[in-house]
Each structure stands twice: as structure tokens, then as C-alpha cells.
């Protein structure tokens, strides 16, 4: 353990805001997040900073560097200024660990994270712009060469989630009944955490059968996913908090019972393209990041009293939630989840830490913070707590990718072009908003073990009963891959 005080990372000051009134862009909502954060320190920390380091937004592409803009907004000259490359759901938490790595190797003592979304504000001026609706999201993950992938539906995060809610049901040995009932069991218990909580953006508890039952106000999304099952980034919210050493907190009178030691973290990584990916159950990267951050701060999931498992579609928390044994009755989050609490795309984890910070205030103890980021891409961990943390260090190195890679088996290779008997590897339907089928997207394994899709039309529609009735298993299904009428590869019966 570092025992020199300069040395020890704490968190002082966190900020959350809300607009409701569509009325701010998101670095105005990033400001008013750091202004709040530092009222909660007790004032006059944002001329100190050394440190300032911005999740990157997409609501309004044109702000540029908004922790440039923040610099020049508040008038100071800190020595760090940065913004992440994409607005990735990990990206708070890596940043704090940074922030703790610095103030560990003694390079600075006062740093800043913040961040912020305005999807409303933006929705609702392009609509009165051009009398359309935006979806920013997709817009961003559609950019680029329009690959096979997207050929097939799997461009934005409610199209790619799916695949694992599915495969992980099929490998777990439920029946979908029993998978969408877990599903709402946690969701209904993170409604219950943001009813609670005055900085969560819907705070009205829902109950597990209103979160997973079809109705007008809870269309299909993605099977399995309904609305009330997927992050809500129709929010305008902002969040920020205030990192520094113990020792400065201390000499700034700080009391001690408000002073979150911040631990040491962990992260890893899949491939970007899911077709890379070794198998969809089980990520190799969830793995390693979770029981690394346990391991290296002397932990097990025994001494956690709270945890933040970053719940952006059910299959992440399901997932999360087996690896540490966490039990399905107990809280998963401090906030309320992306489908309550808000989702402002890369931002979560910062109104997590938030509210973790003030949850600790209040009750003590230990927390996991988890954080996923991309497509079940980027994985991060950390550890808070109300008291010491007798074996955090730093600066450390947090990359545990080296590891994550020794646990992966071999890719199946792909085959565009397959036309064949393949069997199913996992899969999705896709729905318009008036709930009616768009297609079904499936992934398969021929005999031989290369990777295939393949497209099932509305039209088909055995395939898609088949496919969402819960009646069979789909997963390990035998099937045809055609050649179909629009050139794509479609999924037929065996």
C-alpha cells in the first residue's frame, strides 16, 4: 500500500444535472456538471485544476474539444486537457483510474472527469428544422463502409446486444420464459434504485412484468428486448466529479467521512467486429476485467457491499452477475441503469460514480463499478470505498488484455458466400415502430465451423415464430443457407 498521503486518489466533489427542458447542448450541461461537482467538494476547486478530462459527446458534433472549451469557459490553464476519442461507455471509468495513476506517480493533485448528452435538445431542433426524427445514434455507428454486418441489420447497440441475450439463454439451459423473467427481475430492481434517486432521469418503479410484456408504450425492439429493457438515450443530462490526493483534501479540511478512496482498476477488450469474436457467451474480456479488479485490490465478491454493473441490455448484467456471483435479489446498481436512471451514450458511468460516491457517504463500504463500452467491446473495472484500501497502488498498469487473449479459443473463420446446412449460433428479429417484422438476422456455424449469415424475411413467417415463440430452442438448430432474392444469404429449415 502507497501510505504517502500526496500519493492516495480520493474523490471529493461529484455533480449530476438534469434538463428537462430541452433548453442546453451538452457542454452546457458539462459545465453546470463541474459547477455542481465542485459546490459538493465545498468550492474553489475548479481554479486548481490540473486535470481536465472529457467523455466525448455526439449529440452535437459541432462543439469540437469540449474540454478545450471547458478550459477557456472556466479560465484556467490545467497542464492535462483531454477528450476520448469516442463516446464509449467505459470511458469515465478509465479515466478515473488515469486520474488516480497521476496523482499516484505524484504528477498532479487535482483533476477533473466530466461529461454530458443533450439527445433531446438535439432531436428537438432538427425536428424544427426539417420536421424529421433523428436517430444520432445509429447515425454515428452507421458511418463508414457499409459492411456484411450492416448488410444484415447489425449496425447499432439494440441490433447487437441481442445476439448475446440470445446465445447466453440457450448456453445457460433456460427457456425464454425463464430468460426474459431474470431479465426483469433485475430491470425491475434497478426502477426501484432511480425511483429513489432524485438525479435519475425516470423515477417511476416498474414492475418486471410491465418491463417485459408487449404493449403500445413498450413496442419490440429487438428480440428479445423490449423498450423498457434497452438504454434510454432520449436524455439531457451531465455528470463530472473531482479527483485528488488525500493529502490535499485533508489540508483543504475536507472530513474525512466524505473522502471515496478510489482503488485499483482493470481492462480488456474484444475485437470491434463481432464476426472476430471467438463465441458469444462469455467474453474472455469480461472475465479477466472483473476478477482482476477483485484480485489486485485484495477483494472478493464477499467484501463488496455495493456494485455498478453496467447494465446497458440485460445479456451485460447477466453475464457480469455469474462471473462474480453476484445474487439476482440484491442491487446491481447505485444510479438506476441506462433504461432509468438515463443512458447519455458514453456518460453513464459518470452519473454511476455519482451516485456511487453518495451512496457510500451514507451507508460505507465497498463498491465494483463495471463498465462496458462499444459493442461488449470495452470492458473496465474499479473499486471505491468509504474507507482505505490496504492494497491499491499507484500508478499500476490496469491493462489486462494479455490475459483476456490466453482464454480466447480459436475465431471460426468467415464465409460470405456459404450456401449450405449451417446450424444456429444465435440470432435477432428485427421490428419496425409499429411492431410489425422488419427481418431476422441469423448467425451460423457450418458443419465445418466457419461462420455464416444469413438473412430470414417477414415473410417467412414459420421461421420467425420459430425463431421468438419460445416453443423450441433455436440456438443449435439445424437450417439451409440460401442464396435469396436481394442477393443476401437467407436462413431456411433444414
Not at 496523482?103 to 433531446?120: D, F
Amino acid at each position: 500500500m502507497n501510505i504517502d498521503p500526496n500519493r492516495i486518489p480520493v474523490i471529493i466533489g461529484v455533480g449530476q444535472v438534469n434538463d428537462r427542458t430541452s433548453s442546453f447542448d451538452s457542454f452546457e450541461l458539462m459545465a453546470q456538471a463541474l459547477e455542481a461537482a465542485d459546490a459538493d467538494a465545498g468550492g474553489g476547486w475548479i481554479s486548481a485544476l490540473q486535470s481536465v478530462a472529457v467523455v466525448n459527446q455526439i449529440s452535437f458534433p459541432g462543439l469540437g474539444n469540449c474540454a478545450e472549451k471547458l478550459v477557456a469557459h472556466f479560465g484556467i490553464t490545467p497542464g492535462h486537457i483531454e477528450q476520448t476519442p469516442w463516446p464509449t461507455g467505459e470511458s469515465p471509468v478509465q479515466l478515473l483510474n488515469e486520474a488516480a495513476n497521476r496523482i499516484g506517480a505524484g504528477e498532479l493533485e487535482v483533476a477533473a472527469i466530466v461529461g454530458a448528452e443533450a439527445l433531446r435538445t438535439a432531436a428537438e431542433r432538427a425536428k424544427a428544422a426539417t420536421g424529421e426524427r433523428t436517430d444520432a445514434l445509429r447515425s454515428v455507428a452507421a458511418t463508414g463502409t457499409k459492411s456484411l454486418m450492416h448488410q444484415h441489420g447489425l449496425v447499432a447497440p439494440t441490433d447487437l446486444y441481442p445476439l448475446y441475450e440470445n446465445a447466453t439463454r440457450a448456453a445457460w439451459g433456460q427457456t425464454l420464459a425463464e430468460a426474459q423473467a431474470e431479465s426483469g427481475t433485475i430491470w425491475a430492481g434497478m426502477s426501484d434504485v432511480a425511483a429513489a434517486n432524485p438525479t435519475a432521469w425516470i423515477q417511476k418503479a416498474q414492475t418486471a412484468e410491465a418491463i417485459t410484456s408487449a404493449d403500445a408504450d413498450n413496442r419490440p425492439i429487438a428480440f428479445p428486448y423490449q423498450k423498457r429493457m434497452v438504454a434510454n438515450s432520449s436524455v439531457n443530462q451531465g455528470a463530472g466529479f473531482i479527483v485528488t490526493s488525500l493529502a490535499r483534501a485533508r489540508a483543504a479540511g475536507i472530513a474525512e467521512n466524505r473522502l471515496i478512496h478510489v482503488g485499483m482498476g482493470a481492462a480488456a477488450h474484444e475485437t470491434h467486429n463481432m464476426l472476430k469474436r471467438d463465441q458469444f457467451v462469455q467474453p474472455s474480456g469480461m472475465i479477466v476485467t472483473l476478477g482482476e479488479t477483485l484480485s489486485r485490490n485484495g477483494l472478493t465478491t464477499a467484501d463488496l457491499d455495493h456494485v455498478e454493473l453496467y447494465s446497458c441490455f440485460p445479456c451485460i448484467p447477466k453475464m457480469a452477475r455469474r462471473i462474480i456471483g453476484w445474487p439476482i435479489d440484491k442491487p446491481i446498481t447505485a444510479f438506476g441503469g441506462l433504461t432509468f436512471g438515463g443512458g447519455p451514450i458514453g456518460n453513464y458511468m459518470s452519473h454511476a460514480i455519482g451516485s456511487m460516491v453518495d451512496k457510500l457517504r451514507a451507508e460505507r463500504g465497498t463498491a465494483l463499478l463495471f463498465a462496458n463500452g462499444g459493442y461488449a467491446t470495452h470492458f473496465h473495472g474499479i473499486i471505491l470505498s468509504a474507507d482505505p484500501l490496504p492494497n491499491a497502488s499507484f500508478p499500476h498498469d490496469y491493462d489486462v488484455n494479455a490475459k483476456a487473449d490466453s482464454l480466447r479459443v480459436p475465431v471460426p473463420e468467415e464465409h460470405a458466400d456459404y450456401e449450405g446446412p449451417a446450424t444456429i449460433e444465435t440470432y435477432t428479429i428485427f421490428y419496425k415502430r409499429d411492431a410489425s417484422v422488419r427481418f431476422g438476422t441469423v448467425i451460423a456455424l457450418t458443419p465445418e465451423g466457419k461462420r455464416v449469415l444469413a438473412r430470414v424475411p417477414a415473410e417467412d413467417e414459420a421461421m420467425i415464430a420459430f425463431l421468438s415463440d419460445g416453443a423450441a430452442e433455436p440456438v443449435g438448430s439445424a437450417g439451409q443457407v440460401v442464396k435469396g432474392a436481394e442477393g443476401l444469404m437467407e436462413w431456411k429449415v433444414g
